[in-house]
């Protein structure tokens, strides 16, 4: 078990299908950028520079895993756009860490969140006995 899961998340990953793991990657990805600009003092707090850079990798981790995911001979046109909206999230997630700027990311979490909420009434709301 990863030592940041506890056992309640370690099951709900253990026992989700395919969409609802993808669906907490988006949620896990917002949560990091969210972390991110926390920390790094737009609150008014001094940045916490070791945090940025680690929530900053973890999005960008999360969204690199998506893109390698992509099924480009079964996605064509989905898999080509949803290939370039995790590029563009990534470079500007790169971009904030190198510079320890995140007043950039608003892009990113309005992307983030429109692929989850999209992602999360595709797959996720589809009433049972329906596909």
């Given amino acids: 078990m990863h030592p940041a899961m506890n056992p309640y998340q370690t099951q709900s990953v253990a026992t989700a299908g395919p969409a609802q793991l993808v669906l907490m990657l988006f949620d896990r ?53 949803l290939d370039a909206l995790y590029d563009f ?24 969140q429109g692929l989850r909420d999209a992602w999360d009434e595709a797959c996720c709301k589809v009433p049972v006995g329906v596909a």
């Fill in 29 to 81: 990805a917002l949560v990091a950028v969210a972390r991110a600009s926390q920390a790094a003092g737009t609150d008014g707090r001094p940045p916490a520079l070791e945090t940025v850079n680690h929530e900053l990798q973890r999005a960008q981790d999360i969204l690199t895993e998506l893109r390698v995911a992509l099924d480009h001979e079964q996605g064509g046109d989905i898999a080509a756009n």
């Fill in 89 to 112: 999230c990534i470079d500007r997630l790169l971009r904030a860490n190198i510079s320890k700027d995140v007043s950039g990311l608003a892009p990113v979490t309005g992307t983030l």
